[in-house]
């Protein structure tokens, strides 16, 4: 009897959950139908929609690195959510004077400059959750009063003097919407602790900071390499015959030698921690191999040495966290004037202010002695025909000006030109019938 009125409730808990569903999917069916009719799609893959009278812009996982011009301006909502974008400059939203929300989720957010929202005045809900965050100040909410809705929760928090101001601000009893579950990552003293709760009297105290330092006295750096505290932070670890980047480099550093050493490869993320630095040198190691993400973090770095190395080519995207690079040393290596290195002179191309010197075709044969750049300006004056590469596999459009390929580039980094890394055999032959 137990069984059978056990057997009952089951049945009934299902046709229940069915027709819930059913009820469900007829809502959402006819919402998708109203949407449908008013989309429209711009240029760039974004979607423009109205639901409720509200105006959407819909640009998500669109591999966006930037806000782009001539979006409409008289959105409600924006959804840039699941995009690449890494830095937030002064003014980017400036002209969606109607924004009511604003999704920025998972990026790859590590940087916002104080006046990066400045302008949207009706903004009620940001979300900055799942980004690279570690500092912001309270600053950049200022010209936001009608805030109510603040995700940021899963950034790498570092909870020093810096964030100050805004634990500070997230504590104030109206703000209670503001930040929830936002968790320190750093330093180790603070890890987990929400910043909702954390004492911020505990985030300036020297004593405290000191503290913190303390580990470090006997990390590899300071053993192996010599530190000079003026005028700024340098560490000098100059011919000590190091085969890697030392760990706990002092994340107050701002220049680093490591000139004449035997380190043969960079690993990603190597100085993430050291985000202050401005000087580089590696020259006259033994680098062969730079992966992808080496260089993460180093948004402020300025001159960067690579002389005297056994570089063939940069991996495509290795140069993209160097924001603010204006020097870059490419002397004394072996650069090879093939497919590869169209990545590192597409980047020079795209970032003008960036000084360099050194690169020289030493092979193949036929380019020996040329500038990397003539060589890539032949490659680019050949007939375009003969560099028709089908880059969506069949489906998509045939590509064929290294312009636009770059475009595609710039669009997708996991479209890597893996196909074009050789030049492709000719697809079609000639037959002249004379
Ligand atoms: C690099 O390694 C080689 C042999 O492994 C050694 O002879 C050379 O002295 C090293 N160079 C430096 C700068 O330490
Ligand atoms: C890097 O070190 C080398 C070797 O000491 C030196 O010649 C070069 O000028 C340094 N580069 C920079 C940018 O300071
Ligand atoms: C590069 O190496 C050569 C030979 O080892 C040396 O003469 C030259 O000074 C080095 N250049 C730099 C910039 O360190």
Partial sequence: MRLFTALLLLVLVFIVAAAQRGKRQRQENSRGRRRLNSIKHLADRCKEYIENGDKFLDCQDCHLTAVQFGWPEDIDHL??????????????????????????????????????FSGLTKLTTLLLQHNHLQ??????????????????HDNPWTCNCELDSLVRFLQVPSNRH??????????????????????????????????????????????????????????????RGLKAVPRDIPENTA?????????????????????DLKLLNLSSNSLEHIE?????????????????????????????????LRTLYLG???????????????????????????????????YQGWSVESYVKTYNAECP??????????TGPTVSTSQELIAVMEEDPGLLPSPLRKKEPNKFEIFRLS
């Fill in 292 to 324: 992808t993400a080496a260089f993460a973090g180093l948004l402020h770095l300025r001159e960067l040495d690579l002389s005297n190395n056994s570089l063939h080519y940069f991996n495509y995207g290795v140069l993209e966290d160097l924001y603010y």
């Fill in 332 to 366: 004394g290596n072996p650069w090879i004037c093939d497919y590869n290195i169209h990545y590192l002179i597409y980047w020079l191309k795209h970032h003008p202010a960036v000084e360099y010197t050194g690169l020289m075709c030493s092979e193949p044969e036929e």
């Fill in 178 to 239: 503001l930040g929830n579950f936002a968790k320190c990552a750093e330093p180790t003293r603070f890890w987990g602790q929400q910043l909702k709760t954390l004492d911020p009297k505990f985030l300036c105290l020297p004593s405290m900071q000191a503290q913190i330092q303390l580990p470090r006295l006997h990390s590899d750096t300071t053993l192996l390499c010599r530190t000079h505290d003026s005028p700024k932070p340098l560490l000098d670890c100059r011919s």
């Fill in 79 to 116: 959804l840039l959510a699941q995009n690449r974008i890494k830095v937030l400059k002064d003014n980017t939203f400036s002209h969606f004077r109607n924004l009511l929300s604003l999704d920025l989720q998972l990026n790859e957010i590590s940087l916002i400059e104080e006046g990066a």
């Fill in 255 to 275: 220049k680093i030698d490591l000139a004449f050493n035997n380190i043969t490869a960079l690993k990603p993320k190597v100085f993430t921690t050291i985000k």
């Fill in 135 to 152: 500092v912001v100040s309270e600053a950049m909410f200022i010209p936001l009063p009608r805030l109510r809705f603040l995700r940021l």
């Fill in 385 to 394: 025909k003969d560099k028709q590469v089908d880059l969506h596999r069949g």
